[in-house]
């Protein structure tokens, strides 16, 4: 069998950029980049010794390793068993690497340099879009990740903390940016649509202000029937359909159940963008429905057809 068909070490020299003393305990997470696996994992995870000293088993496939360690920006190394030219190779001693796995061999040790994180402030400003009044109480939430907003794995893969404040009086408040992670700004009132924005380092040069619309409100019920047999369906929970991005439920949600007729109770419906809401029930598949809330009248009744599992489903 050919040596190609074998994992190859990897052998790391993990050292803080600001003072070359080495780094312990980096977790060093690797995966194969495939179409069903295209995001690093916490499997098979190797962490940095002592002397910053760190040996991985690369497979033979293209494969991606991110390092993790908390006070540090994530640092990054990919390994490309398909052909790459020499210019496609990053430079050694940089926090973002790329190596060919046919030149992994024992012999050699390459350096990398893990930057500690930098903490930006950032003022913030929530005011009523309409008309420029400040917001009061307004939750903030500031999260950072790398692939996908992934909140309460902080400690474990070494992210910043996650912030959660709150705006005063006058619609002001204060976040902190870190380096190297994108960083996202979450702001949520009830009754208002909630806004996302990605939050950059140069905001710190002026107060970066966050608009909020005032959301509207129709009464409606939902209906819920057995899409073959269309005879009404109990114990159906129909909520909305939240973009949550790893934080938990946002202050307009909703969630009701229905009755021995199908009917859930009257629930109010807000303008928000988007207005999607699903149902769930055992032994029916999950359904999703988006409304057009210009189209809803109050007191309407929303038919809601969910499908019966067969056997194996």
């Excluded at 980049?33 to 000293?53: C, F, M, R, Y």
């Excluded at 819920?224 to 909305?240: A, D, E, G, Y």
């Excluded at 159940?257 to 032994?283: H, K, R, W, Y």
Aim: hydrophobic share 35%; net charge negative; with cysteine.
């Amino acid at each position: 069998m050919q040596s190609g068909c074998f994992p190859r070490p990897l052998d790391l020299q993990l050292t803080d950029a600001s003072d070359n003393k080495p780094v312990e305990g980096v977790t060093i997470n690797r995966h194969s980049v495939t179409l069903l696996s295209l995001l690093a994992t916490d499997s098979n995870a190797v962490q940095s010794g002592p002397g910053g000293e760190a040996r991985i088993w690369v497979p033979p496939f293209n494969t991606k390793l991110t390092l993790l360690q908390s006070g540090f920006e994530p640092a990054t190394i990919d390994v490309f068993n398909s052909k790459t030219t020499d210019n496609m190779l990053v430079s050694s001693n940089s926090a973002h690497q790329t190596f060919r796995f046919q030149d992994l061999d024992e012999k050699t040790t390459h350096n990398m340099k893990l930057a500690p994180v930098k903490f930006v402030p950032i003022q913030v400003r929530v005011v009523e879009k309409s008309n420029g009044d400040p917001i009061d109480d307004a939750e903030i939430s500031a999260t950072t990740f790398l692939y996908l907003p992934m909140p309460g794995i902080e400690n474990r893969w070494g992210f910043p903390d996650l912030q959660t404040m709150r705006s005063d009086g006058d619609g002001h408040t204060q976040v902190s940016h870190a380096s190297g992670f994108r960083n996202v700004l979450t702001v949520r009132k009830p009754g208002y649509q909630e806004v996302r924005q990605d939050l950059d380092a140069s905001n710190s040069e002026s107060e970066l202000l966050i608009q909020l619309r005032q959301l509207q409100k129709k009464t409606v019920q939902f209906k819920v029937l057995n899409s073959q047999s269309n005879q009404p369906i109990p114990n159906v929970v129909v909520r909305l359909n939240e973009q949550r991005n790893g934080l938990a439920s946002g202050p307009n949600e909703f969630a009701v159940v229905s009755n021995e007729d199908g009917f859930t109770p009257l629930v109010p419906i807000q303008n928000m963008m988007p207005l999607v809401i699903e149902t769930e029930c055992a032994g029916y598949h999950r359904f999703s429905l988006g409304l057009d809330w210009r189209a809803l009248k109050d007191g309407e009744v929303i038919k809601v057809n969910v499908r019966k599992k067969g056997w194996f489903e």
